[in-house]
């Protein structure tokens, strides 16, 4: 199994696999290639398992060509507005406004001004899943952390919010 080394002046060493399912290794410059190689082997295990994870989920959710790109963002425009509403009004609350970007490395987000965004890639996603980040972001209006009180809003619209926030994980 292949990995691509990089050395910087960290003082341990670390094995990381990417979204796109590459293996990084990170290393001391001082740390020699023996130390790297028996690092790498004792992890074996746990990166055969995770890149088996990795695999499956860009399987299931391969990158869009650009007319699924475009598919993805009309529903995004035609489902989320409605979402929002929906859970905003058994929230009580209702964001400044609401866009739809094409960030590939979070679902949503939420300003301190009160702007959510949502991630067009979202809509690969199950109805569950999708109602999961609405809420979350929504919760952001109200908390701006990840705090207690912030899961125990999000609970309170949502009682399964940690089995539907593990679909978007892998």
């Given at each position: 199994m292949d990995y691509e080394l990089i050395r910087s002046s960290r003082r341990t060493l670390a094995l990381e696999i990417t979204r796109e399912g590459r293996v990084l290794l990170r290393a001391p410059h001082q740390a020699t290639q023996e130390q790297i190689d028996s690092f790498f082997r004792s992890r074996r295990a746990w990166l055969e398992t995770h890149l088996e994870r990795v695999e499956a989920h860009l399987a299931a959710h391969p990158t869009p060509d650009a007319a699924q790109a475009q598919a993805l963002r009309a529903k995004a425009l035609e489902v989320l507005p409605g979402r929002v509403q929906y859970y905003g009004a058994r929230m009580g609350l209702k964001p400044v406004s609401l866009t739809i970007t094409g960030a590939k490395t979070r679902f949503g987000s939420c300003s301190s001004q009160g702007r959510i965004s949502f991630s067009w890639l979202l809509m690969q996603y199950p109805r569950e899943a999708v109602d999961y980040v609405?809420?979350?972001?929504?919760?952001?209006?109200?908390?701006?952390?990840?705090?207690?009180?912030?899961?125990?809003?999000?609970?309170?619209?949502?009682?399964?919010?940690?089995?539907?926030?593990?679909?978007?994980?892998?």
């Open positions: 609405v809420v979350h972001e929504l919760a952001h209006l109200v908390h701006q952390n990840h705090g207690p009180e912030f899961y125990k809003l999000v609970a309170s619209v949502l009682p399964d919010y940690r089995q539907r926030a593990a679909l978007l994980r892998f």
